[in-house]
């Protein structure tokens, strides 16, 4: 986990306000995970954390593109439309005889191309993120429908070899290149946030996009670049989706948003803007994945529970980070 | 001649009535029996009853929504509440043994209502007392919410069979369909409450400032409780009316994306996302635009789903119209002058977004 010396490690003996929040999710990560050990013998098999992480891949790369919008201030509503687009255009072109770097390109400019045009709505004609991108989510999600009315399954040979290779220890352990992809896309946006001119512009922007643009930072460049970032990463969702489904499917992933604000919420990024961290946001990821892994476990609890939890704990959080007085409004 | 145009242009409800009757006229044009409205049974019949009678949830809860987002804030529960509603409602009839007998159904909404009440208070509690942003206070219910709709149905989709409840769906008074009289005269109480007294003033003088509002002697705190607590209610009624629709209550899907719609036909209606100023007329509007979209998609044998793409493009050109900077870029191009600096303060966009 190198992301942890990029963000809490160096300074983790004095222990900054700021870093508060995603130390307590990791507590809270450890305290779920102790009492699924507790509870369940199975529950310590390294194989369960792995399998979180191949089940959440694709939550956890689109959940990094929203830390990138929220921590401006922003919202984006679309995701889990783009995520189910990317992976039906994905399955309609390879089903239709493209080859599949092909396809793998065209699938991957969709989504920072839409990300691209809802930046520049928002950031020339001032209308709310939360409208321009509603409009998004509503676009993507006819786009599926449009393109199909079913699901569309993929057969080609490169995505059933990624779907099912599978890299592991000789004990059996295993977890799939989606895994791999997504820690990718993990690391280069935590370097990309704490080392990078890009990065030190959308936490200014997001901490007071007035003192912002009075330092001369480049305001609506950094506001657009957030927006097709985040389309780039559903993207790449959608893609690892359709790798871990092996199809397309119209209403594949609705709702996928709010799991998504809700796990960057949860990961400490502060609603309002200009704090926030990705290694919060991968906390976050796992914290849902492990409270449904629970669920799963318990098996006398019904899948609603999840949902009723995860309300719960966004409660908790945002409570939390009112009382220890992060600004939010 | 020029003039009067022009005012009539500039009117606020200009742009949402062409847009209807644009809509309207083109059904027409591809289907002429689209306006054709009969007598049957002592009741009308027709596409135009149709599309009322459908809006009518829409209506309800756009209403709701109107308060809350005139208060600067937005309520994305109201999906959920409609689930809840319905389901706690359709629960209590489908226990009954007489499920036509008017009291049970009576209790079985107050329950419902009851239930509302509490949800909008804790909306309330959470954005005036503890202070959390609306979009995340209300987010929290809006997830969980779907859980509880879950929890009271079991999973299941309850049936009921009762024709009281049903009739607040689809039963008809006056040779009009019933749902439409309970919108109606939701709107009109609405509107009587907020433009026959202070109390739509204050609202929006809340949504302009809640500071200044709570100095000037109004309790800030209070007013955005109270509309949050309405937005409930709305929303509960629309519920009732969605499950009588069908006769089913269905805790995933009562009510789905109904909170988007809503949102919309307030904005569609010229309220701004901003706060300070609302319009009651322009919501009922922007409602009925919703509706006769997707009428007219289903008309035009288009999926449902489909029908989102035709929304998204409403909701952009609409968002564009009455977007301050576009309208600014346009005037120049029109009259090759500088427009004078769109008046859009950071403190909009500050309390607004995300």
Redesign the interface.
């Known amino acids: 986990m190198s992301t942890t010396s990029l963000t809490a490690g160096p300074r983790w003996a004095r222990l900054p306000r700021r870093h508060v929040p995603v130390l307590v999710t990791l507590a809270l990560l450890l305290v779920m995970y102790g009492v699924g050990v507790s509870q369940y013998r199975a529950f310590s098999n390294v194989q369960v954390i792995f399998n979180v992480f191949i089940d959440n891949g694709f939550l956890l790369v689109v959940a990094v593109g929203m830390t990138f919008v ?1 921590l401006t ?3 984006d509503l679309s995701v889990g439309s783009v995520v189910a687009m990317t992976a039906m255009v994905s399955a309609w072109l390879l089903q239709s005889g493209l080859p599949a770097p092909l396809v793998l390109v065209i699938a991957l400019l969709i989504g920072p191309t839409l990300g691209f045009l809802m930046g520049c ?1 928002i950031h ?9 991108t ?3 989510m ?2 993507a ?6 393109i199909s ?1 079913a699901s569309i399954p993929i057969t080609d040979g490169f995505w059933t070899t990624m779907s099912q290779y599978r890299i592991g220890d000789p004990r059996g352990n295993f977890v799939s290149v989606s895994v791999l992809i997504a820690f990718a896309v993990v690391l280069v946006a935590a370097y990309v946030l704490a080392y990078t001119r890009l990065g030190r512009n959308v936490y200014a922007i997001g901490g007071n ?2 003192s912002a643009l009075l330092m001369g930072l480049p305001l609506g460049r950094t506001r657009i670049a957030v927006y097709t970032i985040s389309g780039l990463c559903s993207a790449i969702g959608g893609i690892l989706l359709s790798f871990y489904t092996l199809s397309g499917a ?2 594949i992933a609705i709702g996928m948003e ?1 799991d998504v ?2 796990a960057v ?1 949860i990961g400490g990024t502060v ?3 200009g704090a926030g961290y990705i290694f919060g946001t991968v906390l976050g990821v796992l914290v849902l994945g492990v409270i449904q892994t629970l669920i799963t476990f318990d098996g006398s609890l ?7 939890v ?3 704990l ?2 908790a959080f ?2 939390f980070q ?1 009382l220890i007085g992060i600004r ?2 | 001649m020029n003039e009067r145009f022009k005012t009539a242009l500039s009117h606020r409800l200009f742009w949402p009535v062409a847009v209807l009757v644009v809509m309207l006229a083109a059904n027409t044009i591809y289907r002429p029996g689209f306006l054709a409205v009969e007598v049957n049974n002592g009741h009308l019949y027709g596409t135009p009853i149709d599309i009322l009678r459908l809006s009518a949830p829409l209506i309800l809860v756009a209403l709701g929504m109107t308060l809350v987002i005139s208060t600067g804030g937005i309520d994305l529960s109201v999906g959920s509440i409609c689930a809840i509603s319905g389901a706690i409602a359709c629960l209590h009839i489908s226990q009954a043994a007489d499920q036509n007998n008017p009291v049970t159904v009576f209790t079985a909404l107050a329950m419902a209502l009851g239930a509302a009440l509490a949800l909008g208070a804790w909306n309330g509690v959470l954005v005036s007392v503890i202070g959390i942003q609306p979009i995340i206070a209300t987010l929290i219910l809006m997830v969980a919410g779907r859980g509880l709709a879950q929890l009271v149905t079991e999973g299941q989709i309850i049936t009921i069979n009762s024709g009281p409840y049903r009739a607040i769906g689809l039963g008809h008074f006056l040779t009009l369909p019933l749902a439409i009289f309970i919108a109606l005269g939701a709107a009109l109480l609405v509107a009587a409450l907020t433009r026959r007294t202070a109390l739509g003033m204050i609202i929006e003088s809340v949504g302009g400032n809640r500071e200044a509002s709570r100095l000037a002697g109004i309790r800030s705190g209070r007013m955005v409780f109270l509309v949050y607590v309405v937005s409930a209610v709305c929303a509960a009624i629309a519920g009732f009316m969605m499950t009588a629709n069908v006769s089913s209550a269905d805790g995933n899907n009562a009510g789905l994306w109904v909170e988007l719609d809503a949102i919309l036909a307030v904005v569609i209606g010229g309220t701004s996302l901003a706060g300070g100023r609302f319009y009651l007329s322009g919501t009922i509007l922007g409602a009925l635009i919703i509706q006769t979209l997707t009428t007219t998609v289903y008309a035009m044998n288009i999926s449902p789903q489909t029908a989102l793409l035709f929304k998204a493009v409403v909701v952009i050109a609409v968002c564009l119209i009455q977007a301050p900077a576009f309208r600014a870029r346009l005037a120049r191009r029109r009259r090759g002058n500088p427009p004078p600096s769109a008046p859009t303060p950071q403190r909009q966009k500050e309390e607004v977004t995300a």
């Not at chain 1, 999600?141 to 449009?146: I, K, L, S, V």
Request: aromatic fraction near 18%.
């Open positions: 929220i201030g922003g919202i709505a020339f004609f001032e209308i709310q993120p939360f409208i321009v509603l409009a998004g509503f676009f999600r006819g786009m599926c429908t449009f009315g996009p007035q119209p209403l709010l604000i809700a919420v609603l309002t803007g019904n899948s609603w529970w999840t949902k009723i995860i309300g719960g966004l409660f945002i409570l009112r939010y409004k």
